[in-house]
């Protein structure tokens, strides 16, 4: 096996949104704020080469929405899947399988594209399967109001209109130690209904890509949970079972939208866990 960070794009988030009812006086400490008050976020995504297997998690925004909607999240810098891809030696036609945590427009945007005659939408990884879960994929194709704007539907439906679509099957409690792409998921509920969190094992150590249940390394404490999550209450024991096992077992965390901070350790600390160490992946693996 190996392992390649895949660079969607940087964007920018409201920093009371991604902080909920923390004050912007404390998050704005590890998080600083522009202008706008805007947050730098990544879209950093993942590849696994396994024997003849090249699996995708995540995708970012994309780029087939409009001016307008995109105007609302300020991206920055010149990454893209594509180069980020090609700088590693491949072409979006390699990928065999695009595992997607959860269908927000920022994780899956970039798995959908227009066609060429740019009068519909067809699948950006023609050679792929996609992956969700039967439970989230009807939360996302039936959204409730609150969630209405990040499940969009053009992001969406093409996968299965495409026959690529396909579900993890899961087994029962919230973590499975294997899954049909080789690795374990940790199911979570309170950002989305079965947000997904893959465990990779990956040169004697446990890699957790962490999507949104800990967005960036300034949300560690407890409390600090966003305004996005639709069961914040329940964020608050997910977090604190997961982070605690991820400091006792000594857990490498992928920071998918930490525009700063690529991998994070955490430390069990009088305070409650709290950062230990943060690397890059070259560090860590090259």
């Not at 660079?7 to 998080?31: C, E, Y």
């Not at 594509?82 to 399988?97: E, M, N, P």
């Not at 899954?179 to 998921?185: P, Q, V």
Request: with cysteine; hydrophobic share 35%.
């Amino acid at each position: 096996m190996k392992l390649y960070p895949i660079q969607a794009g940087h964007f920018k988030l409201d920093g009371g949104g991604m902080f909920g009812v923390v004050p912007k006086s404390i998050w704005n400490r590890t998080n600083p704020a522009d202008s706008n008050n805007m947050i730098d976020i990544a879209a950093r995504c993942l590849l696994i080469e396994e024997g003849n297997r090249l699996i995708l998690i995540d995708t970012g925004m994309g780029d087939k929405q409009s001016d307008k909607f995109f105007g609302y999240y300020y991206r920055w810098g010149d990454h893209s899947i594509d180069k980020s891809l090609a700088a590693h030696g491949f072409h979006r036609d390699d990928i065999t399988d695009v595992f997607m945590t959860h269908l927000h427009f920022d994780h899956c945007g970039g798995s959908i594209q227009w066609n060429k005659e740019h009068t519909g939408y067809e699948p950006a990884f023609k050679n792929a399967r996609f992956w969700s879960n039967k439970d989230h994929w009807e939360w996302a194709t039936k959204p409730n109001a609150r969630e209405k704007a990040s499940f969009l539907k053009e992001n969406i439906l093409p996968m299965e209109e495409s026959g690529q679509l396909n579900f993890i099957e899961r087994t029962n409690g919230s973590f499975q130690n294997t899954s049909e792409l080789g690795f374990g998921i940790l199911f979570v509920d309170g950002h989305t209904d079965k947000q997904m969190i893959p465990h990779i094992n990956y040169k004697g150590k446990t890699l957790v890509f962490m999507a949104d249940l800990l967005p960036t390394a300034g949300h560690i404490p407890l409390p600090y949970v966003m305004g996005f999550d639709t069961r914040p209450l329940l964020t608050l024991p997910e977090k604190e079972a997961f982070l605690t096992k991820a400091a006792e077992e000594e857990f490498l965390l992928f920071m998918e939208h930490d525009a700063h901070n690529e991998i994070l350790t955490v430390q069990k600390t009088e305070k409650g866990i709290r950062l230990d160490q943060t690397h890059t992946f070259n560090e860590l693996f090259n």
